[in-house]
Nanobody
Framework: QLQLVESGGGLVQPGGSLRLSCAASGFRFDHHAIGWFRQAPGLEREGVACISSNTGRMTYADSVKGRFTISRDNAKSMAYLEMNSLKPEDTGIYYC????????????????????WGQGTQVTVSS
């Protein structure tokens, strides 16, 4: 069955870096866009980044542009989110999700276009 499993979260100091991974199985990975989302306590889940099926297009939320980089390895059915210059406001549960379509929209990913989710990994940015 379709499965997405995130890993790589943890506690990091402000200014630090983390690399999240998403292992996918149960579907044709190279046919779908992959998105990363996050949810902070008490807030709605928000789209962070999207990468198209052929890696030709990446989009980011304004809050992470220049700090986060999304990538994927279709041969390994893996997606990644490299996070640098982390801030306390980046704290939250990070989820990867499979898109309905192969491409990303012009803006940060929207939940309605990503119907399948992993269980999430906690990222805490604190000194």
């Amino acid at each position: 069955q379709l499965q997405l499993v995130e890993s790589g979260g943890g506690l990091v100091q402000p200014g630090g870096s983390l690399r999240l991974s998403c292992a996918a199985s149960g579907f044709r990975f190279d046919h779908h866009a992959i998105g990363w989302f996050r949810q902070a306590p008490g807030l709605e889940r928000e789209g962070v980044a999207c990468i198209s099926s052929n890696t030709g297009r990446m989009t980011y939320a304004d809050s992470v542009k220049g700090r986060f980089t999304i990538s994927r390895d279709n041969a390994k059915s893996m997606a990644y989110l490299e996070m640098n210059s982390l801030k306390p406001e980046d704290t939250g549960i990070y989820y990867c999700a499979r898109g309905t379509y192969a491409t990303c929209s012009d803006d940060a990913p929207a939940m309605i276009e990503f119907p399948f989710w992993g269980q999430g990994t906690q990222v805490t940015v604190s000194s």
